[in-house]
């Protein structure tokens, strides 16, 4: 069992990498601002802890091979990390106190292919098929654009040019995040193309 540790390790660190990646990448598409910050202070973060990661344990001395496997894992493992920190401590602050609904546009409608596979043996996957995902891409009037997810049944509801009303608040570290998107009311569309929400202290 002892031998087979450095490997549980190893699985266990791909498997909070991806999943910290891809949560990240979640939270992103909900981020109005520029994914280029978030990544360069996640990719910061784990590049300023790599000496670390690369110090020789216990005196051993590692291959140059050895030690670019260990720093690519840490920067992968890492910078996941701190992309989903970044991000998720931002989305916590984003309150619809302190938010306002935007009238955005329907510009473009998308559809994402994903393969399927299937497990048929230890460590062996065959393809088994594929699956769509539905979205539509909305643009706010300063040219922001954010993608909201759909059914299939929405997807072929939607059209181009049909509006959304958008709601966005800043988050703790500043950047802007969409909390909700829904249809605008046929009776809005004629409407001011900003309306900003009344905080709960306005309304009292």
């Known amino acids: 069992m002892k031998g087979k540790m450095p490997y549980i390790l190893l699985v266990l660190l791909i498997i909070v990498g991806i999943t910290s990646w891809g949560a990240g990448i979640a939270l992103a598409s909900q981020t109005l601002s520029s994914r280029w910050i978030s990544l360069t202070a996640a990719t910061i973060l784990a590049l300023t802890s790599l000496p670390m990661t690369l110090r020789a344990k216990n005196g051993v001395k590692r291959s140059i091979t050895q030690k670019t496997l260990r720093g690519l894992m840490h920067v992968f493992v890492a910078g996941g990390v701190g992309y989903l ?38 460590n062996r ?18 040219g922001r654009k954010t993608e909201q997810h759909l059914s299939l049944e929405e997807y072929n509801r939607t059209r181009i ?33 900003i309306r900003k929400k009344k905080t709960k202290a306005q309304r009292e």
């Open 161 to 193: 040019g049909a509006k959304r009303e958008v709601t966005v608040a800043r988050g703790w570290l500043g950047m802007p995040v969409v909390i909700s998107m829904k249809k605008l009311s046929k009776n809005k569309e004629t409407g001011v193309p």
């Open 85 to 122: 920190a970044i991000l998720g401590i931002n989305r916590l602050g984003a309150t619809e106190e302190k938010s306002e609904t935007l009238i955005g546009e329907v510009t473009e409608r998308t559809r994402h292919r994903h393969n399927r596979t299937r497990r048929v043996g230890r």
């Open 125 to 142: 996957y065959v393809p088994d098929g594929h699956y769509y995902t539905y979205g539509a891409v909305v643009t706010l009037p300063d």
